[in-house]
């Protein structure tokens, strides 16, 4: 699918225009998804430019990720997608004098959004660098939402935490949670590192004017800022991943703890069983029926009194 998007002089704002539409100096941008084979040969055709293959978009050579030919400047990208699951998708850009071409796979919320604000915002797009400016400041603006949404999560995931009643089965769900998270936050560090090389690249290679470069600086200024959020969002996920690996172990521990109790109670009975089960007469034996019941008490006081002295000493809490 191919979606031309031209600049009304006028009111500063895009439109979209149609595949069979007489193209003008006003054409900006060409956004290219899930291309056909048709849709490739079409744009090849109709504008002279190369294409590259949608599928082959995950060379992360440097080489691959920034060079320039016949005049035209190509850039590949991660951006971030968040709907079914947390994603980076690679996107190519083809920036020629005029008119801005991206190529990717899917359709992005990122792409949407500028797209929305270019129709309703007068003024917001001036040419091809505009819009390529915009999409990278929405997806970092994109990947700063992701992490104020990550911070929601671990707020409640330290309430869990902190329950007095934390259970195994708790912990185990409050791991496989975390480790979805860290995943999260590995891919938004990911796509905002990338989006610092293509912006440096740009500035590094003189190729945007004074206004563009004012914009850039600001938005290498906003990756800062979110770079710092995920280091620190790592730092709490191993945080919360210690905390709770250390409440397992202290549950752990108080099993082991009321069985060890429970063993050196049992050891008076055991004792008094083993002295009135020897092969010689005692004199409870003489007893009859009380004599049996003497010793059930004895036994029974034996492993009481020292329950009771661990209970005082707190050994059962």
Known sequence: ???????????????????????????????IVEPSAEDMDYVKEKFDIYLPNPDELGDLEASARFFETNGHLHLRTDFLIDEDQVRNIKVAFILTENILFSVHK??????????????????????AKDVLLDLYATDVEHSADAIEEMYVRLE????????????????VSILQTVAHEEDINGRIRCNIMDTRRALSSLMRNKLLDEDHQIET?????????IENHTLYLFDKLNFVIDATVGFVNINQNKITKIFSVVSVALMPPTLIAS???????????????????????????????????????????
């Open 275 to 317: 002295i009135y089960g020897m092969n010689f007469a005692l004199p409870e034996f003489t007893w009859g029926l009380w004599g049996y019941i003497f010793v059930l008490v004895y036994m029974l006081v034996s492993a009481i009194l020292p329950m009771l002295f661990f209970k005082k000493k707190g050994w059962l809490d």
């Open 156 to 171: 409640k995931i330290g309430q869990k935490i902190l329950h007095p009643k934390l259970t195994d089965g708790d912990a």
């Open 1 to 31: 699918m191919i979606n031309f998007f031209a600049l009304d002089i006028e009111k500063g704002r895009l439109f979209q225009t149609q595949k069979n539409s007489e193209f003008n100096n006003q054409l900006i941008w060409v956004d």
């Open 106 to 127: 899917e359709d992005l919320p990122v792409f949407r959004l500028v797209r929305m604000r270019a129709r309703n915002r007068p003024g917001s797009v001036r040419n």
């Open 217 to 225: 600086l600001q938005i290498l200024r906003d990756i800062d800022s």
